[in-house]
């Protein structure tokens, strides 16, 4: 029998497989699994290889294995937040923008000047984005991450896997 053959492991590996970089938390919601059941069930993905998870902050992340090869864990993690993939695909569209025309574009989009200055660092700080120093203002460039964004391109890089069908860390 496949791992994935169990209901409940095909379940977890769906949602992950659409959703890279998923919590164990989203994956409760998202499934209406006790804790225990998900737990029991991940472990055996994890054994199997069927599953990764890597550490981003203070929570264990969930990938398909053939999507390790990317890399960029923490770039999938950031831009699964919908503000902060606008916020990174804005910035792709407008290379080396000062931050006054940031802050008043995101002041259009109904954020803070604070909210603004966070998410900006925090591409910053996971290499999503460069900042340089002029002096009295800051100008902000995106990193290119894939095609369209770290989970864009790993949704489209990687097809569905075939059903009952396990996928190893080789193939």
Same mark, same amino acid.
């Given at each position: ?8 492991? =095909? ?10 970089g998923t919590? +164990? ?5 998202? @499934? %209406?699994?006790?804790?225990? @059941? !998900?737990?029991?069930? /991940?472990?055996?993905?994890? #054994? ?5 998870? #890597?550490?981003?902050?203070? @929570?264990? &992340?969930? +990938? *398909? ?11 999938v ?7 902060? %993939?606008?916020? $990174?695909?804005? /910035? /792709? %569209? *407008? ?13 259009s ?5 604070? @909210?603004?200055?966070h ?7 996971? %290499? ?7 002096? &009295?203002?800051? !100008? $902000? &460039? !995106? &990193? ?8 864009? !391109?790993? =949704?489209?890089? +990687? ?13």
């Amino acid at each position: 029998m496949s791992v994935l053959e169990h209901p409940n492991r =095909r379940a977890l590996f769906d949602y992950i497989d659409a959703h890279p970089g998923t919590t +164990f938390r989203e994956l409760l919601r998202a @499934t %209406d699994m006790a804790a225990g @059941t !998900a737990r029991h069930h /991940l472990s055996v993905m994890l #054994r199997c290889e069927v599953v990764v998870e #890597r550490a981003h902050g203070q @929570t264990m &992340r969930y +990938f *398909h294995p053939d999507q390790e090869h990317l890399g960029d864990w923490d770039a999938v993690v950031v831009l699964r937040q919908p503000d902060m %993939d606008r916020i $990174y695909r804005w /910035l /792709l %569209d *407008h290379p080396g923008v000062i931050q006054r025309t940031v802050l008043d574009a995101a002041e259009s989009w109904g954020w803070s000047r604070s @909210t603004t200055q966070h998410r900006l660092k925090r591409l910053v700080d996971n %290499d999503l984005a460069q900042v340089r120093d002029l002096g &009295r203002s800051k !100008a $902000y &460039r !995106a &990193r290119a991450v894939g095609a369209a964004g770290a989970t864009d !391109a790993m =949704r489209a890089a +990687f097809p569905r896997p075939t059903p009952g069908v396990p996928h190893s860390m080789g193939q």
